[in-house]
């Protein structure tokens, strides 16, 4: 498996947006959340998405140099317009803007439109985190990703419909990052192609059966994916992925079938941030969170498990080891990255 | 097993709260806010509590009449020291002071210290999905309650921490509700006088063995709940039940260990509000609510299963049909309440 370093697969992408009409500290940005969830490991979310992405930008989907603006505000809320940018440039707008408002009421949130792919959701509370502030976020998707069926149901009406937040820690802020789903349909993608079965309780076939294929989802007829807690306790991820379809769209006032949101991955991103300083202070808060990281990770590991890991710890470490040591990136999306630099005009 | 009208235990619980020293208006809030869980079927968190919460007031654990005061505050935060009162005293105000706070920020948190006991989470964001707005709640408890295990760990480091939230719908709102543990620890002692295991992949004896056995968790020596997602996914019911803790206690500044936060029932609550207002207003939230519950309701049901059911809809049906033919008491329950009651001075 080629292996290259962040700073080239950084180059890579600038250079592949750039090409595509982005600006060039749009290019940069974007290149840079992508490595950086490649640096972590998160390689559904890394620069496995360049191709896409140059796809994108080339048939007109993503707009890139579109404004971001502010539609709606104020003191302690906004709507955001993404224009229909890449997703990271609105979504930085808005971790910017969430931090801002914060500061006066104590609290603040915003939530997007026209919002396309935002890429690592832990990204955007770890920058509200990492200015000492308490952040949480949600995404969901539009129609065409609503994979994932209403406990009880067996038609997808929402998507796998993340959620974030994180908290000032030493070295890297504590970040939570997940799925309101049993499993991504990235990691059922991989599953396929290793030839192995899906966990059990992760998905239903099209009618409504149990199924560990991942045929079984893809179809046709497509299956779906159960909501985190399936399938005794499904009416929890049920319950928690609807909070991320209300506050990612319904609270922005987007319909479900807003004309121009047909993509799969037209987000609605929405963040929140606490300013400590409202409270018992900045440095308190910090304190605090020391002694409870400390606390839950004192609990003694149970047989067969490495222990209490904090959110977010080992997409970090991996992340430091991937600086040192390189980006494994596979063979496959490699060669589509460099096939999506010719249709770009780029020589990789 | 007897059957009362919910209207009788209101009575019966107004009456023992005021025998041990609550104003009229304290103890009819108090006995009202139980006697709405046991409508709606939450047995654990209904009028099975008077007798305890009869002996924390005639012990001084829990002090009727105590003032709750905002000790401070932002435009959109405050901090409320609900003065060791019965927790749905300081937790009404706090419902009030978030309610009127969003609308001005359009957003705004209220956090507990001093709270006990607050009763069914989801009462208090329903109560602002009755304003039009929406709610979102969570409830962690002091370290006497933790009996849940962060996952990796065998040993428990944080409570059963519940999360909330609701939003405006036809008839009653749409609450949500749930543990971030696999099981709470009132139906565990539910299934061990019972005689029946406890669900595989909810607990762990003092060893770290998996356990289905009541006993494996009661001790001693004492076991731990696994949260939720456990065994396979539990690092996401661990990095919600952290955010919890976080919301409840480490941001109103209170430490793991504050001096006179001794006891199980001890509670943080965190109680945020958004006022569709600041959006796309409360009308069109509310129509675009309707279109998302209707749409994730048609998904047709999965077999074996009864469909789709939103969140809260069949607590709001048992309400109704208890609140025609009676709430089933269990014996034991009614002797323990009219020993409390002889405890108080008041004779049932």
Same mark, same amino acid.
């Given at each position: 498996m080629p292996v290259f370093s962040d700073g080239e697969l950084r180059d890579v992408g600038t250079r592949l947006l750039r090409a595509c009409g982005a600006p060039e500290a749009e290019a940069a940005l974007v290149a840079s959340e992508l490595v950086d969830a490649s640096l972590m490991g998160l390689d559904s979310h890394g620069v496995a998405r360049y191709p896409g992405y140059v796809d994108m930008a080339l048939d007109g989907t993503v707009k890139p140099g579109a404004p971001v603006t502010v539609v709606r505000e104020t003191q302690g809320t906004a709507v955001v317009d993404c224009g229909g940018n890449f997703g990271m440039v609105g979504g930085r707008k808005m971790v910017e803007l969430v931090a801002a408002k914060a500061r006066g009421p104590g609290i603040a949130c915003v939530v997007s439109v026209h919002c396309n792919h935002v890429g690592r959701l832990g990204g955007y509370p770890q920058r509200l985190a990492e200015q000492g502030l308490f952040g949480f976020a949600t995404v969901n998707s539009a129609r065409p990703g609503h994979w994932v069926t209403p406990w %009880?149901? &067996? *038609?997808? &009406? /929402?998507? =796998?419909n993340p959620l974030a937040w994180a908290a000032p820690a030493e070295g890297h802020p504590v970040v939570m990052d997940m799925s309101t789903s049993m499993i991504s349909e990235g990691k059922i993608r991989i599953l396929m192609h290793e030839g192995k079965p899906v966990p059990e309780g992760s998905l239903l076939d099209a009618a409504g059966a149990p199924t560990t294929e991942p045929m079984g989802f893809y179809g046709p007829p497509r299956g779906t994916i159960l909501p985190f807690?399936? @399938? &005794?306790?499904?009416y929890k991820g049920f319950g928690l992925s609807l909070l991320v379809e209300i506050l990612g769209s319904t609270l922005a006032g987007? @319909? /479900?079938? *807003? @004309? %121009?949101? =047909? !993509? !799969?991955?037209v987000n609605g991103l929405f963040l929140l941030a606490i300013d400590p300083d409202a409270f018992g202070g900045r440095e308190r808060f910090r304190g605090l969170l020391a002694e409870l990281f400390a606390y839950v990770s004192s609990s003694p590991p149970a047989p067969g498990t490495d222990g209490v890991v904090l959110p977010g710890a080992l997409d970090f470490s991996t992340a430091e080891k991937r600086r040192r040591d390189g980006i494994p990136v596979a063979e496959e999306t490699w060669r589509l990255i460099v096939e999506a630099g010719r249709k770009a005009g780029v020589s990789l």
């Amino acid at each position: 498996m080629p292996v290259f370093s962040d700073g080239e697969l950084r180059d890579v992408g600038t250079r592949l947006l750039r090409a595509c009409g982005a600006p060039e500290a749009e290019a940069a940005l974007v290149a840079s959340e992508l490595v950086d969830a490649s640096l972590m490991g998160l390689d559904s979310h890394g620069v496995a998405r360049y191709p896409g992405y140059v796809d994108m930008a080339l048939d007109g989907t993503v707009k890139p140099g579109a404004p971001v603006t502010v539609v709606r505000e104020t003191q302690g809320t906004a709507v955001v317009d993404c224009g229909g940018n890449f997703g990271m440039v609105g979504g930085r707008k808005m971790v910017e803007l969430v931090a801002a408002k914060a500061r006066g009421p104590g609290i603040a949130c915003v939530v997007s439109v026209h919002c396309n792919h935002v890429g690592r959701l832990g990204g955007y509370p770890q920058r509200l985190a990492e200015q000492g502030l308490f952040g949480f976020a949600t995404v969901n998707s539009a129609r065409p990703g609503h994979w994932v069926t209403p406990w %009880g149901g &067996r *038609e997808g &009406r /929402l998507a =796998t419909n993340p959620l974030a937040w994180a908290a000032p820690a030493e070295g890297h802020p504590v970040v939570m990052d997940m799925s309101t789903s049993m499993i991504s349909e990235g990691k059922i993608r991989i599953l396929m192609h290793e030839g192995k079965p899906v966990p059990e309780g992760s998905l239903l076939d099209a009618a409504g059966a149990p199924t560990t294929e991942p045929m079984g989802f893809y179809g046709p007829p497509r299956g779906t994916i159960l909501p985190f807690g399936s @399938p &005794r306790l499904g009416y929890k991820g049920f319950g928690l992925s609807l909070l991320v379809e209300i506050l990612g769209s319904t609270l922005a006032g987007v @319909p /479900l079938d *807003e @004309p %121009g949101q =047909t !993509a !799969a991955y037209v987000n609605g991103l929405f963040l929140l941030a606490i300013d400590p300083d409202a409270f018992g202070g900045r440095e308190r808060f910090r304190g605090l969170l020391a002694e409870l990281f400390a606390y839950v990770s004192s609990s003694p590991p149970a047989p067969g498990t490495d222990g209490v890991v904090l959110p977010g710890a080992l997409d970090f470490s991996t992340a430091e080891k991937r600086r040192r040591d390189g980006i494994p990136v596979a063979e496959e999306t490699w060669r589509l990255i460099v096939e999506a630099g010719r249709k770009a005009g780029v020589s990789l």
